[in-house]
């Protein structure tokens, strides 16, 4: 089992980066997927997750509303964030998960993203 994320790098405030991540060796389309962040010294948050059912369920945390949109290519088993009006406080590592009911769940590696004049 893979995720791999890219995407990640250095934006100046207002700025947009687009996070990429591409799963293999288990049935993409049948996991959450979702991206997570973890800022220095602090605990790692929930970021946006889409669901599998057939309504792609969204949920966003409240500090990205608006700005961040995501979205899943089950034939490409590739999910995507958007990243939009980028903030200083948006400034962490990126990691993809992968999660379906009573199995064990998956991570990326993480990409880096710094918000940054």
């Known amino acids: 089992v893979q995720l791999v994320e890219s995407g990640g790098g250095l934006v100046q405030p207002g700025g947009s980066l687009r996070l990429s991540c591409t799963g293999s060796?288990?049935?993409?389309?049948?996991?959450?997927m979702s991206w997570y962040r973890q800022a220095p010294g602090k605990e790692r948050e929930l970021v946006a997750r889409?669901?599998?059912?057939?309504?792609?369920?969204?949920t966003y945390a409240d500090a990205v509303k608006g700005r961040f949109t995501i979205t899943r290519d089950n034939l490409a088993n590739t999910v995507t964030l958007q990243m939009n009006n980028l903030k200083p406080e948006d400034t962490a590592v990126y990691y993809c998960?992968?999660?379906?009911?009573?199995?064990?769940?998956?991570w990326g590696r993480g990409t880096q993203v710094t918000v940054s004049s």
């Open positions: 889409i669901l599998a059912n057939r309504y792609a369920n969204i």
């Open positions: 998960h992968a999660k379906r009911t009573q199995l064990p769940d998956y």
């Open positions: 060796g288990f049935y993409f389309n049948m996991y959450a």
